[in-house]
């Protein structure tokens, strides 16, 4: 069974800095897709930012310019830098990776990781 798993996470005052990482667990042929998700309090989770494989990137207008994310294809991990962190910035990140688990399949799944809190303190 493929899991994400997540580390980074914590608590930091404002306009300081994070960075979250996601790994698969176990041997994958591909992860296309990744990002990361967010769900702060009462609020619907909502994507923070998205990387295809090609490094093509896509940022909430949030988080853009604060925030970047990035990628290893032969470790399986995206990362997320958080920069210039802000009291709304607090939430639950969330990894997600479209993966495809074997070489001679072209079935795809999405799949999630647990989840790592963030809270930035004003």
């Known amino acids: 069974q493929v899991q994400l798993v997540e580390s980074g996470g914590g608590l930091v005052q404002a306009g300081g800095s994070l960075t979250l990482s996601c790994a698969a667990s176990a041997k994958i042929f591909r992860a296309n897709t990744m990002g990361w998700y967010r769900q702060a309090p009462g609020k619907q989770r909502e994507l923070v930012a998205t990387?295809?494989?090609?490094?093509?990137?896509d940022y909430a207008d949030a988080v853009k310019g604060r925030f970047t994310i990035s990628r290893d294809n032969a470790k399986n991990t995206v990362y997320l830098q958080m920069n210039s962190l802000i009291p709304e910035d607090t939430a639950f990140y969330y990894c997600?990776?479209?993966?495809?688990?074997?070489?001679?399949?072209?079935?795809?799944?999405?799949?999630w990781g647990q989840g790592t809190q963030v809270i930035v303190s004003s």
């Open positions: 997600n990776a479209n993966i495809i688990r074997y070489r001679w399949s072209s079935v795809e799944n999405s799949y």
């Open positions: 990387i295809t494989r090609s490094n093509t990137t």
